[in-house]
C-alpha cells in the first residue's frame, strides 16, 4: 500500500538542499501540494477505490520533481530552453532511483512512470493500458487546475515570478493561437511567436481537460478572469482579450451543462 504520509516527508526531504526563499522553488513546493489534493479531488470524483486515490496522489508529488534541478542547473522553467521536465523526472525517479525514496512496493512504477511522463505532453502517447490512461488523465487535469491557481497567487500577490504581465498585455495574438482558441483547441508550441502566445494557450488548458471536477474549479474560483485580469489593460489588446474569457468561459459552461 501508498503510504502518502512518508513519500510526503521524503519530498520535504528531497527539497531541502534547494533555496525555499527563492520565489521559483517556494512556487513550486506549493504548486506540488496542491496538486496532490486535486489529483486527490478528481480520484475522489470518480468515485475510484482507495489504492488508486493513493496512487492519483502520489503521481501528484512526484510529477515535477524533475523542476527543482532543472531550475538549479538552467535557472528557467521553460523546457524548451533547458529540458523537458517530465522526462527529467523519470530519469531522476526511476533511472537514478529516487522512486525508491517514496514508495517501497515496485507494482505501481509503470503506471507512475507513464503518467508523469506524460503529464505535460501536447497528447497522452498511445498504448496506455487502462490504469494508466486513467492516472495520466487524472494527473494531466490536476496539474493543468492548479496551473490556473499558481498565475492568480503570482499575479494577485505582486510576485510577477513568471511573466512581466504589463508587457506581454501589449503584445498581439498571433492569428493561428487565436484561431484555435476560437475552435476550442490548443495550439501546437510551434506556433508561438511571442509570450502572449504562450499565456492564451495557457488559458486553452481548459478545452484538453479529461473530467469536470478541474473545469469546475476553475469556475468556482473565476481563474479565467483572474488569470486574465492582468493582460486586459492594453487599449489595442483588451477587445481580443476580453473575447477570449468570454469563449472561454463558454466553453466551460457548455461542458458541466453536457455533464461529460
Known amino acids: 500500500m501508498i503510504d502518502m504520509k512518508k513519500a510526503t516527508m521524503a519530498f520535504s526531504e528531497y527539497v531541502k538542499p534547494y533555496d525555499i526563499s527563492n520565489p521559483k522553488i517556494e512556487l513550486k513546493v506549493k504548486h506540488t501540494f496542491r496538486t496532490v489534493e486535486v489529483a486527490k479531488k478528481i480520484a475522489e470524483d470518480l468515485n ?7 496512487l492519483a496522489q502520489i503521481i501528484g508529488l512526484l510529477h ?3 523542476r527543482f534541478e532543472q531550475l538549479r542547473i538552467y535557472d528557467t522553467f521553460r523546457d524548451k530552453d533547458s529540458i523537458d521536465h517530465a522526462n527529467f523526472a523519470v530519469k531522476i525517479l526511476f533511472e537514478d532511483g529516487l522512486i525508491r525514496n517514496f514508495i517501497q512496493d515496485t507494482k505501481y512504477d509503470d503506471i507512475i512512470y507513464k503518467a508523469i511522463k506524460n503529464h505535460n505532453k501536447f497528447k497522452i502517447e498511445e498504448g496506455l493500458n487502462e490504469e494508466e490512461l486513467l492516472q495520466a488523465r487524472i494527473i494531466r487535469d490536476a496539474d493543468k487546475t492548479d496551473i490556473f491557481a499558481v498565475f492568480v497567487e503570482d499575479i494577485e500577490q505582486n510576485k510577477n515570478v513568471l511573466y512581466d504581465y504589463e508587457e ?3 503584445q498581439e495574438l498571433t492569428p493561428k493561437i487565436m484561431e484555435d482558441f476560437k475552435a476550442y483547441r490548443q495550439s501546437n508550441r510551434d506556433n508561438y511567436i511571442r509570450p502572449i502566445d504562450n499565456y492564451i494557450n495557457i488559458i486553452a488548458f481548459i478545452f484538453d481537460y479529461n473530467f ?4 469546475k474549479i476553475i469556475k468556482q474560483n473565476k481563474y479565467i478572469e483572474r488569470t486574465m485580469q492582468p ?9 481580443q482579450m476580453q473575447k477570449i474569457i468570454k469563449i472561454a ?6 461542458r458541466i451543462k453536457k455533464g461529460c
Open 212 to 215: 469536470l471536477t478541474g473545469l
Open 168 to 170: 506581454i498585455s501589449k
Open 64 to 66: 515535477d520533481i524533475g
Open 249 to 254: 468561459n463558454t466553453y466551460i459552461e457548455e
Open 48 to 54: 475510484l477505490n482507495e489504492e488508486q486515490i493513493l
Open 231 to 239: 493582460i486586459c489593460i492594453c487599449d489595442e489588446t483588451k477587445e
